[in-house]
């Protein structure tokens, strides 16, 4: 037997159990589902445990936090916590290169605890020769540490998790409730089983290559998948009656659970459903339209579009001609400026401005304050106006447009269509401009797909204080056909930052006049259209404006941060115990095309798919069997 | 014509239904006429029909929902139904559909889901954006831009 400690792989690799972190949760016969998406349970669990066996418990658990040194600790911790928790709930765990597997059984009152010796690699199996391995219902194997000094390609500690869900072509059907149940895989796709009655089948799916990345092992597990092993590539000593079929199934889905930190319990990743392409999907399109499809078959289903880009910033060439000139003076500087303006000032100044303006205040274009931080100068000189020079010294810049950055990320929050419109909705502050509604649709996408970055981009002329925010989403985009990434500018909005200084009573006026007529806050119903119950409720949501427009004086005395307001619905998730569970009740939106025996518990058809013309029966019988299907659904 | 009850414990909707047989098999007489879908069966007086709810009729091929029983003088009349998806599930299962929900074969979660279920009240997040340059709007920061012409 070899043991766990000393298997040696391809690459040379000594796999030695540094310590073990191990997943646990309560569940029944399909736990993996019911854990894996909501960690949340599993520390609730956790911690109904701790509350409650806390005295009990063995040292090595509270001691070490749920995770172990070595495997013999893991052994006795777990075979302890198994006593402990008999008839209560089911504990599993495994380690990646053997280990150790638990599962108490409330109805039956049994526990169990197994070791796993000998999970071979597929390199030192030999066809045709016995080897050892001992499992039961669901095994979920679990990362371990090496033990040398090289960080593994994916973050330790981390769980990756596979729900796969298939269909047999070949494989004999065996009547149980639980046919075509869970499937649960690690990240190395070591191991892949299932409960089927009261046998148990070990699919056996091994993969070479140890440590990869998760995406890339689910590819590459599905590559071996699909292209065979022999079932002699299958560990065969079992006390249980096996089933040993022809590894020639249909996979119809694959989802992984990505990032369970197992070592404390916490949730650090999502939920990352990845679609198989191997599915038939009723949604491609046939080029040349005469073969069915969804309607619109001449499109090319190109959208290889371009970048829109702002270009850079005008140029301020025209400051060097000595028409105006931008200071930025001091406080200091403009007391001083202020005490020449108004009590310095001769006469003989005076008629000097006068040869070309009436008022010496009409020399100063513009005069205000803002809040903008980080304007550099490209000098400084005496300020001087109309020709004739003030004497007072403040720094200018010869750059009267400025541009800069903000930056934001978004991503998914349920994972789902409730992420999109008309379901979430986005708005956008923007200091100086306002508050705007974004469309959600346009900026979101998953994390696990990069997530979008949100740039918000100001212009702004300093000679004037007007600006212009543009807002460029940057992100993946996932169709059928052709897209390029989504990275242009799509949204510009204006606003002034200056609040205005004024010299004269006109200028006063002029600021009043500048402000007048804008809206406070205001209610107005939502116009989103209306489909489906959940969207129903959004829409009847009203949409509150939360201001008006904020630009010269009100955005100087307003937030000084751009941010986004993002509003989701609150999902109803109803409790749902091991076996039932809310795709069992009413399935997920599939819109795939299958044989109905090859898929599995609650399937509904739809409308006009199905015909039953193949089945010999009366009308009426297929009438009814129509019905079952199309408007109630069936459990296959 | 032979007959087997059962007692059946699934779903109307479940296509293959866990039944436990009940006695053994026996003969039953058609109430004529009949149809292959509703048909009316006698059973004997000592049939143990409280416990049983469904049968198997060997010369339809067919499995059948008891409904309902008239209680006459020595005999008990069953009132069933033809179960089209057990009797049929053989040749159900090679029929190709187009699935608009399953259990196992979603095509994605980003399928709109009228099943789903919305609290009266939404979750709201608001996050900031950064900076990304020197230049950025500032509380404290108070500039004055004075822009005067004749400025050489």
């Known amino acids: ?636 | 014509m032979e007959g087997i009850l059962y007692f059946n414990k699934s779903d109307k909707r479940y296509l293959k239904k866990d039944i436990t047989q009940i006695g053994n098999s026996l003969d039953v007489t058609l109430i004529e006429p009949t149809t292959v879908i509703d048909p009316d069966i006698i059973l004997a007086p000592n049939t143990r029909v409280m416990e049983v709810n469904y049968i198997w009729l060997k010369d339809f091929n067919r499995y059948y929902y008891i409904n309902n029983y008239t209680f006459e003088y020595e005999r008990i009349i069953a009132h069933c139904h033809v179960d089209v998806l057990m009797s049929h599930r053989k040749e159900l299962g090679d029929e190709i559909i187009v699935m608009d929900r399953s259990d196992k074969n979603r095509a994605s979660f980003y399928l709109n889901d009228p099943e789903l279920r919305m609290y009266n009240y939404s979750l709201f997040e608001t996050k900031k954006f950064t900076p990304k340059s020197g230049l950025q709007f500032k509380e404290s920061t108070e500039q004055i831009v004075m822009v005067c012409s004749g400025s050489l």
Not at chain 1, 195 to 203: A, P
Not at chain 1, 414 to 429: H, M
């Open chain 1, 1 to 636: 037997m070899t043991s766990f400690r000393n298997l040696n792989f391809n690459n040379g690799q000594s796999v030695n159990l540094g310590y073990v972190t191990y997943f646990w949760g309560i569940s029944g016969y399909a736990p993996i589902e019911t854990v894996c998406p909501t960690s949340i349970k599993v520390n609730k669990f956790k911690k109904e445990v701790e509350k409650n066996y806390s005295s009990e418990l063995p040292s090595a658990i509270s001691r070490l936090g749920w995770s172990f040194e070595t495997f013999d600790e893991a052994n006795t911790a777990l075979s302890e916590v198994a006593e402990i928790l008999q008839s209560q709930y089911w504990l599993w765990g495994s380690l990646e290169t053997g280990g150790c597997f638990i599962w108490s059984a409330p109805n039956s009152g049994e526990c169990h605890f197994h070791n796993f010796y000998g999970l071979y690699h597929i390199d030192d199996i030999i066809q045709g020769s016995t080897y050892t391995y001992y499992s039961s219902s669901i095994v979920v194997p679990f990362r371990c540490h090496i033990n040398n000094d090289e960080k593994l390609p994916i973050v330790d500690n981390e769980l990756f998790l596979f729900n796969v869900n298939y269909t047999e072509e070949n494989a004999p059907k065996v009547n149980h409730v639980y046919e075509s149940e869970i499937k649960i895989k690690c990240v190395d796709c070591r191991s892949l089983n299932r409960y089927i009655g009261d046998d148990y089948e070990w699919l056996g799916i091994w993969n070479q290559k140890q440590w990869i990345e998760a995406s890339t092992s689910v590819s590459d597990w599905r590559l071996h998948y699909l292209y065979e092993y022999t079932t002699d590539n299958l560990a065969s000593s079992n006390p249980h009656p096996w089933k040993r079929w022809k590894q020639s199934r249909v996979i119809t889905n694959i989802e992984w659970f990505l990032g369970i930190e197992v070592a404390n319990g916490e949730l650090v990743g999502g939920y990352v459903p990845i679609e198989n392409s191997d599915a038939v999907t009723i949604s491609d399109d046939d080029p040349n339209g005469d073969s069915g499809g969804p309607p619109g078959g001449d499109g090319d289903k190109n959208a290889l579009g371009d970048d829109v880009d702002t270009g850079g910033t005008p140029s301020s060439n025209f400051l060097q001609t000595g028409i105006a000139r931008i200071y930025l003076p001091t406080q200091q500087v403009m007391t001083a400026f202020s005490h020449y303006v108004f009590t310095d000032i001769t006469q003989s100044t005076i008629d000097q401005l006068k040869k070309m303006w009436s008022n010496p205040m009409d020399y100063i274009q513009n005069l205000g304050v803002c809040r903008l931080a980080g304007i550099t100068a490209s000098g400084s000189s005496a300020i001087t106006f109309g020709g004739v020079s003030s004497g007072i010294t403040s720094d200018y810049t010869n750059e009267a447009f400025r541009q800069f950055d903000y930056e934001c990320k978004l991503g998914e929050y349920w994972g789902n269509a409730l992420d999109y419109s008309n379901y979430t909705k986005l708005k956008i502050y923007i200091p100086y401009c306002g508050l705007y509604d974004l469309n959600i649709d346009e900026f979101m996408i998953s994390n696990n797909n990069g997530g979008c970055t949100i740039t918000l981009r100001y212009r702004v002329d300093l000679m004037s204080g007007m600006c212009v925010a543009m807002v460029r989403p940057s992100r993946a985009q996932y169709g059928s056909g052709n897209y390029s990434n989504l990275n242009s500018f799509l949204y510009q909005f204006n606003g002034n930052i200056f609040l205005p200084l004024s010299l004269t009573a006109t200028d006063w006026r002029n600021t009043y006049q500048s402000v007048l007529g804008i809206a406070g806050g205001m209610i107005a119903p939502s116009p989103a259209s209306v489909t489906g119950m959940a969207e129903s409720v959004m829409s009847q949501k009203v949409n509150v404006q939360h201001s008006g427009s904020i630009g010269t004086n009100f955005g100087y005395m307003g937030i000084q941060e751009p941010y986004l307001i993002i509003e989701r619905p609150a999902l109803s998730e109803p409790y749902y115990n091991n076996n039932y569970k809310y795709e069992t009740e009413y399935g997920y939106p599939s819109n795939k095309m299958t044989k109905l025996s090859y898929t599995s518990g609650f399937v509904k058809a739809r409308k006009g798919s199905f015909w039953a013309n193949n089945i010999h029966c009366t009308d009426d019988e297929r009438k009814e069997i129509i019905s079952l299907l199309e408007t109630e659904g069936i459990w296959v």
